[in-house]
């Protein structure tokens, strides 16, 4: 007879510790990253912006205008690690468009950047990590930079703008800028009025951003990372709010428009339609195929998903 014996002293440590682990990881990983500490050489003038990750502050944009003139954009956010750390230099023409840019610091990743782009005498170049090329411009046309800062849509709606609402995008490309809605937003007893930007071409679907008067960016906004000027971050969930309400009824056109409309189809006496079992079958009543210049069609509707129509000749029309 075996008497039995009490759990291994590992597997008891392991029973009691595990709770306790398990609960530091998730308090880890609930925990807010540390929030990178702005540049000492960052000018004091400069507009700042707070970068929000999952409502929390994770990090910053600061822009400013040099005394040469030139636009810089700094911009960092920490990941849980990762995370961008950029200083964009921007000469502007007199139109507000770059004619040349700078880019160093990190990417998401933490890799090493380093872009250029210089537009002279009708010839642009441009280097970043992933390509490098020049072409000749004759039109007006807009860099699109890998590394750029989120207020750099703001410069880029503002050339498509004068442009008709659109301009050519370099490497390739074009860009179309619209006018979305507008909104009034108030923190803190004090009021702005903003306007919706949709820019496509940029992406898979427009990106969405918010200018304040004529051209200056106020903010950017989504579900996992938004920008917005320091002190303004509690006008992130209304602008977001107005933005899904936009974004929402731009599915349901697209969804209307791609919803097929079938020429109506009245089954003719002696065809027959075969099914996705390959049996031919017979029903009176009328279906609804695609038109098509041969002799079988495919049918839709009344239950016939997939089959098809044989039209061995003309006939009478059949009835229910």
Not at 24 to 53: G, N, W
Not at 177 to 195: C, M, N, P
Not at 227 to 241: C, F, I, N, R
């Amino acid at each position: 007879m075996k008497l039995a014996t009490s759990p291994p002293r590992t597997v008891l440590v392991l029973v009691l510790v595990f709770p306790v682990l398990l609960t530091a990881i998730v308090r880890a990983q609930q925990a807010s990253p540390a929030v990178p500490a702005l540049p000492a050489d960052i000018p004091s003038a400069a507009e700042r912006y707070s970068f929000l990750v999952m409502g929390n502050l994770a990090g910053q944009q600061a822009v400013w205008t040099s005394a040469d003139g030139r636009l810089h954009i700094f911009f960092q956010f920490n990941d849980r690690g990762r995370g961008p750390k950029t200083t964009s230099v921007i000469k502007l023409d007199a139109t507000g468009v770059p004619v040349s840019q700078i880019i160093t610091g990190n990417d998401y990743l933490k890799s090493p950047v380093s872009e250029n782009f210089s537009l002279e005498a009708g010839t642009a170049r441009w280097k970043n990590n992933d390509e490098q090329g020049e072409r000749k411009i004759s039109s007006p046309a807009y860099y699109w930079a890998l590394n750029g800062g989120p207020s750099e849509i703001a410069l880029l709606g503002k050339a498509a703008l004068r442009n008709g609402g659109k301009i050519t995008l370099l490497p390739d490309g074009e860009a179309r800028v619209e006018r979305k809605t507008e909104l009034d937003v108030e923190v803190a007893g004090q009021k702005k009025h903003v306007v919706l930007y949709a820019a496509s071409g940029l992406d898979f679907a427009p990106r969405y951003f918010w200018l304040e008067g004529p051209d200056k960016f106020f903010a950017s906004v989504d579900e996992w990372g938004s920008v917005v000027p320091e002190g303004w971050e509690g006008s992130v969930k209304t602008l977001l709010a107005e933005q899904n309400r936009v974004k929402e009824s731009r599915s349901a056109d697209l969804a209307a428009r791609a919803r097929p409309s079938f020429p109506e189809h009245h089954l003719q006496a002696g065809e027959r339609i075969r099914l996705g079992d390959g049996k031919d079958h017979s029903r009176s009543g009328c279906l609804h195929h695609r038109q098509s210049h041969q002799q079988r069609s495919t049918v839709v509707g009344a239950g016939f998903s997939g089959a098809t129509v044989s039209h061995p000749g003309h006939g009478h029309r059949c009835h229910g």
